[in-house]
């Protein structure tokens, strides 16, 4: 691609198709306080800013760290990455990282003044893992471990940690709804990793889909996207989600499904559209759900 503009490098670099999966947990988490208690707005707002920074951290750190160590080079098959290019140097995107989680701890500082010792602990293990997710001596993505994060911080503490900075209670609803919002999310990665698996076993990143070959990522893939939709009505059965929460989310099984049959026959860099259709899904998927608890 031709050679974009410093502010435009930075903009690619912060990976905008991604933040979704940043944004729409919060959205989630935010419904369900609703249906149990009422809705903090300069709570929700943060927790919305705290998130979408440590995604722009861990996206940056990971432009930073897979050129280090060698994953993104001339053989890429996916979008160009800032520091591979030239675009920006390696020393002004590390910075930008620091930058980036000083910003989250700020925002998390109030945040544990609001919600306590839970919000602590889930605001260090984020901030670290965000760098751990591609750095340091055993980073997670080069592990096997990405998959484990993204459900963990993207899901499951995303939701449950917006709820409780509204509320102080972690209902049932909240575990669901970050479950499911955890496996959209981890979609998302899952095609990353099938389109990079070849320059990742060249590089050592041994992804789920580098370990396990592209037939398990396409199974992983298309259980991330299709039991969302299974917890939301197991959710409903339960009675810890309401009907419309339950229900709702159904209108987006098209979207799934077409995401679901392109990822089981495309590869490599016709794979990187799809990227950007699992965090529509995501996205289409938590405002249906959040939406049955607002309405």
């Known amino acids: 691609m031709t050679r974009p503009s410093l502010a435009q490098a930075w903009w690619l670099a912060a990976r905008p198709k991604t ?3 940043g944004l729409a947990p919060v959205l989630v988490g935010t419904a369900v306080a609703h249906g149990h208690g009422g809705i903090r707005p300069l709570p929700a707002c943060a927790a919305a800013i705290g998130s979408i920074l ?10 930073y760290f897979d050129h280090k160590k060698g994953a993104d080079n001339s053989d890429r098959v996916g979008p160009d990455r800032a520091v ?34 839970p919000i602590a602990v889930i605001g260090v293990a984020s901030l670290i893992c965000a760098v ?38 972690a209902p049932p609803a909240a575990w ?12 998302i990665l899952v095609v990353n990793n099938l389109r990079d698996r070849t320059t990742d076993a060249a590089a050592n990143k041994r992804t789920l889909a580098v370990r396990f070959g592209a037939r398990f990522a396409r199974l992983e893939h298309a259980l991330t996207i299709a039991v969302p939709f299974v917890l939301a009505a197991i959710g ?13 989310p159904a209108l987006a099984l098209p979207l799934a499904i077409h995401e679901i049959r392109s990822v089981w026959t495309k590869d490599g860099p016709a794979l990187n559209p799809h990227l950007g259709g699992a965090a529509r899904l995501e996205l289409v998927f ?7 608890f607002l309405l």
């Open 84 to 117: 591979q290019q030239g675009w920006i140097s390696p020393k002004a995107m590390l910075t930008a990282t620091g930058v980036v989680l000083l910003c989250a701890l700020l925002v998390g500082l109030y945040l544990i003044a609001v919600g306590g010792v």
């Open 19 to 21: 933040l979704w999966a």
């Open 286 to 292: 938590g405002l249906l759900f959040g939406v049955g």
């Open 176 to 187: 669901i709804g970050g479950a499911c919002m955890g496996l959209l999310a981890t979609a």
């Open 132 to 169: 751990a997710y591609t750095g340091g001596p055993y980073p997670l993505a080069y592990v096997g471990l990405g998959d484990a994060f993204v459900f963990v911080f993207f899901g499951l503490a995303a939701v449950v940690g917006t709820t409780w900075v509204q509320t102080l209670t």
């Open 54 to 63: 440590i995604q722009v951290a861990t996206n940056l750190a990971n432009d």
């Open 236 to 248: 409903f059965t339960m009675g810890w989600v309401p009907v419309l929460a339950a229900a709702l």
